[in-house]
């Protein structure tokens, strides 16, 4: 145990210090609220209000999450790889499980700062109703996605071999997440067709009701879209288990 809070230590520490890293945890949900929710704030209608922020914290939820376990992460491991960290774990006391560990808890210590950051902001500054409650029960989901994009970095990282490599592959995945998960552009801008699509079939928008404080937890997991969450978590566990690279 004592191993798996000295690298956490390390791997937050080294997390906070990439400029990249707090930029898009902190600064960056910030200013999305502030451009969007500042000319509503007051608004005749209220429901509509709540509605449309509690959905856009949900978003910058999803973007805090994906900053950790999609780029934070994959560059973690591939640096391990390229410096033989992994090799060495496989001949020390240190389980390579243990090492796995350390790192998901050190981004979701990270992550969850951030998130009670924004959480905080949202409820102070631009009146985003939620409970104490709320906030109780968004654990489920957040950790729950956090999970699920743990594992999908981890399974960009197993197939990168060096810094520049995972670099290209990263970023363009990272900004196609963030656009097929509804953060960046709202779908009701689309034509109503593909709006229906992307909102009603597709399971990375699906997160976007996963993580809304308005939404309650039952209707979250009975949504046919969390059933494919599950079946990904486990193919890419079991991807993982079978094929994982060393270096």
Known sequence: MKDIISFSK??????????????????????????????????????????NSSQLVAGLSIVIIL???????????VNAKTTNLLKQIQFSTISFVSY???????????????EIITMTMAGSIFKVNFSLLDLAILNVPFITTYIFYFMFGLFIANYCSNLEQSQTIILPIYFALLFISGSFI??????????????????????QKFLNIQVGLADKFI???????VVVLLVLATSLKKNFRWG
Request: contains cysteine; charged residues 10%; proline residues 7%.
């Open 10 to 51: 390390i791997y937050a520490k080294r997390a906070i210090r990439v400029p990249m890293i707090p930029i898009f945890l902190l600064i960056f949900p910030i200013i999305i609220m502030m451009s969007v929710l500042s000319g509503q704030i007051g608004s005749a209608d209220t429901e509509l209000y709540q509605q």
């Open 186 to 207: 709202p779908f009701n801008t689309f034509p109503k067709n593909v709006a229906h699509y992307l909102t009603e079939y597709n399971p990375f928008y699906y997160f």
């Open 100 to 114: 796995l560990f350390s790192i998901f808890l050190a981004n979701l210590v990270i992550a969850y700062l951030a």
């Open 223 to 229: 949504d046919f879209r969390f059933v494919c969450v």
């Open 67 to 77: 900053v950790v376990t999609m780029v934070n992460i994959p560059i973690t491991i």
